[in-house]
Every structure is written in structure tokens, then in C-alpha cells.
């Protein structure tokens, strides 16, 4: 029993009952897939190239040297944000299931508005490197810093490893390649990524796969609507020909509203609270391009969704049950009609029906792609929260030297590189759909309510931040821990401690108590030093005055 | 920042006016955004029969369709109401507000 892309690279545990049985059967080699792939390679390293001679300091290597524009920003976070996941995972629920893959990727979205009118602008007026420097910039360096380097490290390495292990079954599904030779090839171009190119090349290879993503995403999605003279009710019609009614209402996804509300929080709050996306406000000069940032993000990343529910009920009329893609293996064991290499393949296959084997060897390049970059803003948020947060600002007390920071920051990179590859192997088999919904519950929960307010509270002190954050983040783990998909699904446990699948809601609530009791109940000398500094903070956050690498007018 | 210019900037009456307006308006659209996808989020839990009632006599497409991509559309546009008040508004208010603090700093 392999769980497979479909669960690791799909968000929260809502996958966990879904695994896709049997092994993983390689595919043969698939010519054009790897000329575009070597392509795709050959155009970023030489990208690489080209930023690691622009990469001198160590603002350039964290931060592009501030020079992105709110457009490239844009893309590049829209490029950080669609993994494979939300390509091939999100399109496989609406094949699969119809209406209830667009309620999952809605809660995706809706996380970004919100990051706009409350934290985008007020991130990049106080920020520096990381989220850290914002959530300790009034507050004790050394015990703020060092969990908001735990809680970002614990999200970037649990989301890598989803990635990984997504990345290596999807590559052996696609290329034919052994699983291991797929994750150490993912690891190592991500290194060469950025601790040559840092923060540049990264947001270039995004800015590069978004593009390419968007553009085949939105080829499949007008071949799709061709076929039915781009009326929807006609090719809704006919899928529901092909599937039955239930495609087009809400299903099993969300079922009480005590687990819509936590996945909602979750969703929402945790994509505020990822280090690697917070991290790509720091590339832009100003607050007016960080806001501009989020703007197009938003819409590009909802044109997405839009295409990818398209492409789903796209495969639903011209994958499923066509003899070309029908897995006969399976078929004869458990009925049906499943496809080959699983649901997670519909995109993949859609790509071949509308546009033979040169589009889908540019479609399994693209998701290629669209690893390779998730993979590498997850690595430079990882490496920056150990080398500015833990060395420079909590072991050298802020008195680093920039360029043995920037080596640090290399060395962590080779060494999380390293780790991801590591434990992208060691968990091949293991069922890990819980890590991306611990990730998020974690961003929501530890990583966000220090964040926010730190910008918002001037009440908020070191002990509260310290012991409350700390509660946010316990209580995500345990309850993940002890509910449903890892108790059950992964310990093999008749019934789950915690019935809910989602933590948030609790874990949440859990933080932001924690941070208000323990901030008003502090009394100490240095607590009221803190709630006078927030004077200072508000002004520069509100106007800019005073920000790193802002324009002088 | 020196104390003196915190104190001269926090009684400034153009940062007031921008703290004032440009929360107001932020927490209004956040409000406006919670309601829209929690409203939707929750529809679903009680009653996902709403959405699932064809658009109209005969018709295959549900109401949950543009229901939902006009969930996505929303936060497009709130985002685009925002950045185009703060582009415009707030930005002006806020180099004002620059502009006195280094001419008389």
C-alpha cells in the first residue's frame, strides 16, 4: 500500500482515507517529457549562474537585494504557493469527486486578502530578512527569535518532506526514474539553486514556473472548453453523464461545522503564517509593491483554481473510462474504471488527450518545475530562520558579520538539502498526509498569532508571546498527534483521542489566550519597556519611515 | 527613531487620519472576507443542499457553481479595492506625513 501524491502533497489530512493502492508502476521513458525537462534545468542553472554573480551580500542573497518588482513578486509568490499539490492534487478531487476539489481550493485562496489588509504592508515597513525580525522587534531577541525559528523550521521541514516524497513518486511516474535517484535529483538542484543564486535565482525559477504553469494550465482549459463550444452547462452535462449528479453539489469533504470552521481557520491563518511565503515580502522596495505583490498573486493564483476545477471535469469527460488510460491491472482486482498511475494522474493524462505526447511531455516538465521551485523557497526560508534568527541574531547577538551570516545561510542549505533528501527516502512508504495539515496548523497557531500581534497589540510582551506561541504550537502538534490521521491512520489505532481532523480552531483559540494572559499578567520592569516601544514600531509600520531599503524620497 | 519625532509624528493629525481611515477600511474588507468564505464554509456544514440545487428548471450546472467561483472572483476584487485606495489615499497621506517629519526633523 503506497499512499501517494495524492495524500503528500494534498494539504491537511482530508486525503488520509484515500490511498491509492498497489505499487507505483514506473512509466517508460518519455522522450520529449525529458528534453523539456533538460531544458527547463539548462535555462535555471544558467539563471543560477547569472544571479550568483549578482549575489555579493547578504541582502542579496535573503532578499534579491530589495529590487523585485510587485508584478514579479506577484508571480513568484504565485510560483511559491501552486505546488504540484495544487495542480495535479486539486484537479484528481474534482475528477474524483467533483464540487468538493473547488470548496478545498477556495480556502487556499481566501488566505490572501486577508494577508493584504493586515499584514503585507506592515511586514515589509518592520521586517528585514524574515518574519522573526517583525514578531521580535520589540521584544526579547533571543527567546522570540528562537521559536519563531523552531516554528519555522518545523513548518518548512515538514511541508519539504511532503514535497520530496511527492516529488519522488511523481517523477517515477513520470519519467520512469527510481524513486531515490528522483529525490536525491530534486535535492540537488535545489541546493545549486540557493546557495549559488539565493533569494534571485529562487524567485526567478518561480516567477519562470508560474509562468509555464499558468500557461499550460490555461492551453488544457480551452482545449477542454472547445470541445463543448465554451458552454459549461454542456460539459458539466456530460460529465455528469459520465460520473452521476452527486459531482455538481457539496459531498463528504466538509461535514460538521466544528471541522469546516478549523479547516477554514487553518487554511486561512496558516498561509499567513508560512515563513517562505512572509519571507517574499522582504524582495520588494516598498510597502506600496508588497501590496501590489499580493494583488497579483491573488489573481493569478485564483485564475488557477478556476483552470484546475476546468481540468478536472475536463479529465472526468475525456480520461475517465477511455480505454487509452484505463489501468487494466487494477481493474480486473478492484472494478471500477481507474486510471493509470492513479487520480492523481488526470491532469497528466488530460494533457496527452488534448494535446498529444509533446504537450504531455511539457505538462509532466512543468509539475517537475513546479516542484523544483516549491522546494526551493521552502529551503532559503529554512536556511534564513537558522542563519538570521538562530546565528546572527540569538548566538552572535546581532553582532554577525554579514558575509560569514550569508556563509552560515549556505551551509544550512546544503545541510537542509541534505535532510530533505534524507527523510524524503526514509519516508517513502510511510503514510504522511497529516505533515502539510500539521504544517499549516502549525503556521496558524505558532508562526501567525505572534506575528499579528506583535503589528496590532501594544500589550503583548516577551512572556506572553513566549509561553502563548508555545501553547499554539503544542496544541497543534498534540492534537494532530492524537487525532484522526495520525493516531488512526498512521499509528493504527482503532478510534482517535481527538475526534477532529482539523486542530486549529482549538490551537488557535489556545494562542492567542495564552499570549493575552500571560502578556496582561506580566508585570515585570522589561514588559512595560516593551508595551512603550510599540509607539515607535506602530509609526514606522503605518508610514515606513525608518524601513530597511526603503526609497528616500 | 528619536523620541521627540515618535511624539511629534503620534500627534500628527495626517497620521491620525491614516491610522483611523486605513484600519477602518482594512478591518472592513477582512470583515467582509471572513463573512464571504466563513457564510460559504458554513452553508456547506449545515445545509449543502443550497448549493446544490440546479441553477435553474432542468439545468445540470448548480447554484454552488457561481456560488463558488464567485467566492474566488470576491477576494480578487477586495484586494483590488484595497491596493487601489491605498495606492491612491493613503500613499499621498503617508509621503505628507514624511515630508513634515524630515522637513522639520
Keep these: ?553 | 527613531m528619536k523620541q521627540e519625532m515618535v511624539d511629534r509624528i503620534k500627534n500628527d493629525p495626517d497620521f491620525l487620519q491614516l491610522v483611523r481611515v486605513r484600519s477602518t477600511f482594512a478591518w472592513t474588507l477582512t470583515i467582509v472576507m471572513l463573512v464571504i468564505y466563513f457564510g460559504f464554509v458554513l452553508t456547506i456544514a449545515f445545509d449543502p443542499s443550497v448549493l446544490g440545487t440546479p441553477l435553474s428548471a432542468g439545468s445540470v450546472t448548480t447554484v454552488g457553481i457561481p456560488v463558488g467561483v464567485g467566492v474566488i472572483v470576491s477576494a480578487f476584487i477586495l484586494t483590488g479595492i484595497y491596493v487601489r485606495r491605498a495606492n491612491g489615499e493613503f500613499d499621498e497621506l503617508t509621503a505628507k506625513i514624511k515630508r513634515k517629519a524630515k522637513g522639520e526633523a
Excluded at chain 1, 455538481?248 to 460538521?256: F, Y
Excluded at chain 1, 478492484?334 to 497528466?348: E, K, R, V, Y
Aim: hydrophobic share 55%.
Design chain 1, 1 to 553: 500500500m503506497k499512499p501517494i501524491i495524492f495524500l503528500l502533497l494534498g494539504s491537511a489530512g482530508i486525503f488520509a482515507g484515500e490511498a491509492i493502492s498497489g505499487a507505483v508502476d514506473k512509466q517508460p521513458l518519455n522522450m520529449s517529457a525529458i528534453i523539456m525537462f533538460l531544458i527547463f534545468v539548462g535555462a535555471t542553472l544558467a539563471i543560477t549562474y547569472w544571479a550568483a554573480k549578482r549575489t555579493k551580500t547578504a541582502k542579496d542573497f535573503y532578499t534579491a537585494g530589495g529590487g523585485i518588482t510587485g508584478f514579479q513578486n506577484g508571480m513568484a509568490i504565485a510560483g511559491d504557493y501552486m505546488s504540484a499539490a495544487s495542480f495535479l492534487g486539486i484537479s484528481a478531487l474534482v475528477y474524483g469527486k467533483g464540487y468538493d476539489g473547488l470548496i478545498y481550493s477556495i480556502g487556499f485562496l481566501v488566505g490572501w486578502p486577508i494577508i493584504l489588509f493586515m499584514v503585507a504592508e506592515q511586514l515589509r515597513n518592520l521586517g528585514k530578512y524574515t518574519f522573526a525580525d517583525v514578531a521580535s522587534y520589540r521584544l526579547r531577541q533571543t527567546p522570540i527569535r528562537t521559536l519563531a525559528a523552531f516554528g519555522s523550521i518545523a513548518t518548512v521541514i515538514l511541508y519539504l518532506i511532503a514535497q520530496m516524497v511527492g516529488a519522488g513518486k511523481l517523477i517515477q511516474l513520470l519519467f520512469g526514474l527510481e524513486y531515490e535517484i528522483a529525490v536525491i535529483l530534486v535535492g540537488v538542484l535545489m541546493i545549486l539553486y540557493v546557495t549559488f543564486g539565493g533569494m534571485l535565482a529562487t524567485t526567478w525559477v518561480q516567477i519562470i514556473k508560474a509562468f509555464l504553469l499558468l500557461s499550460g494550465a490555461t492551453f488544457m482549459a480551452i482545449a477542454v472548453m472547445a470541445h463543448y463550444n465554451f458552454n459549461f452547462e454542456s460539459l458539466f452535462a456530460k460529465a455528469v453523464e459520465m460520473k452521476d449528479v452527486t459531482i455538481m453539489a457539496p459531498g463528504k469533504l466538509v461535514s460538521d461545522p466544528i471541522s469546516a470552521l478549523s479547516l477554514g481557520i487553518a487554511l486561512m491563518f496558516g498561509t499567513a503564517g508560512l515563513p517562505h511565503i512572509l519571507m517574499r515580502f522582504f524582495t520588494v522596495s516598498d510597502a506600496k509593491e508588497a501590496r501590489k505583490s499580493v494583488f497579483y498573486a491573488t489573481g493569478f493564483i485564483g485564475y488557477f483554481y478556476i483552470l484546475t476545477f476546468i481540468i478536472g471535469f475536463g479529465a472526468i469527460v475525456m480520461v475517465f473510462q477511455n480505454p487509452q488510460y484505463l489501468d487494466l491491472a487494477k481493474q480486473a482486482v478492484d472494478g471500477g474504471s481507474p486510471i493509470l498511475g492513479g487520480d492523481n494522474m488526470a491532469a497528466i493524462h488530460l494533457s496527452h488527450a488534448v494535446g498529444g505526447d509533446f504537450f504531455l511531455g511539457f505538462i509532466s516538465a512543468v509539475a517537475f518545475a513546479t516542484i523544483l521551485a516549491v522546494v526551493s523557497g521552502l529551503t532559503l526560508a529554512g536556511a534564513s530562520a537558522i542563519s538570521h534568527d538562530l546565528y546572527a541574531s540569538v548566538l552572535r547577538k546581532g553582532k554577525a558579520d554579514g558575509l560569514m551570516e550569508m556563509k552560515v545561510s549556505k551551509i544550512a542549505t546544503v545541510i537542509l538539502g541534505i535532510v530533505a533528501i534524507y527523510l524524503g527516502i526514509a519516508f517513502e512508504e510511510q503514510n504522511i498526509a497529516f505533515m502539510v495539515g500539521l504544517a499549516f496548523a502549525i503556521a496558524a497557531s505558532a508562526n501567525f498569532p505572534i506575528l499579528f500581534l506583535s503589528m496590532y497589540w501594544s500589550k503583548l510582551t516577551t512572556r506572553g508571546a513566549l509561553l502563548g506561541g508555545s501553547l499554539g504550537l503544542l496544541t497543534a502538534a498534540v492534537l494532530v498527534v492524537l487525532g484522526p490521521t495520525v493516531w488512526v491512520d498512521f499509528l493504527g489505532h482503532a478510534e482517535a483521542i481527538f475526534p477532529y481532523k482539523y486542530p486549529a480552531l482549538f490551537s488557535v483559540s489556545a494562542a492567542f489566550i495564552g499570549i493575552w494572559f500571560f502578556s496582561i499578567t506580566d508585570r515585570s520592569e522589561s514588559a512595560q519597556r516593551e508595551k512603550e516601544a510599540f509607539e515607535a514600531q506602530y509609526i514606522r509600520a503605518q508610514t515606513g519611515i525608518g524601513a530597511e531599503g526603503a526609497v528616500e524620497h
